[in-house]
């Protein structure tokens, strides 16, 4: 999911839209709502440095493939850089990828984005979330009670289903969220699971 790789700073800058309207989620809690969106993502520049040939092939490769939202690319002077793609909210995305990029050098900005198309603000207590987490959440009706779905920003998800109890749903979705959260960055922010709100609860 995350990559970051030493490289030299070399030429080409990349050809990519401006941003617009770059707000984060406020994953206050208690989350109160869910804001979803269509799977399709949209490249942002946030820099017009020029990018070494490998530098610019991995953003332009590995880093776009697919569109994933939430993405962030971040460089540093000295050729160093950072992604991931996937997380579940933009803030989480920025934070990750310096944090990739940081484990090579000493500074680094972030160059790129993907959002989702038609991203706008989301409210207060409102958790956003990446395409693969947000079809189990459109999908989580269909399955048997008890269920619970967890998420975190950096793109960990859980959902679990058939349990005797909602607290047992509850504790299970927590868990086995909590065992795809990023470890290897010692350095970034915490970003704890959290249940969203199914059912009406």
Known sequence: MILGV????????????????????DWTTPISEVATFPRDGVLFARSALPLHSDTRAALEGEFQDGMTYFGAFAIGKDGSYGYVRGANSLAAARDIAREECLNFTDAC??????????????????????PDAAEFFESHQSQPQFHAMAISEDGAYAIVWGHATQGAADRAAMSDCNSYRITDLPNLRDMPCILLPLDGR
């Open 6 to 25: 030493l490289l030299a700073l070399g030429l080409g800058p990349v050809q990519v839209s401006e941003p617009r309207n770059l707000v984060a989620a």
């Open 109 to 130: 900005l972030i160059y790129a984005e993907i959002h989702p198309r038609g991203y706008q603000e989301p409210g207060r207590g409102v958790a956003t979330m990446a």
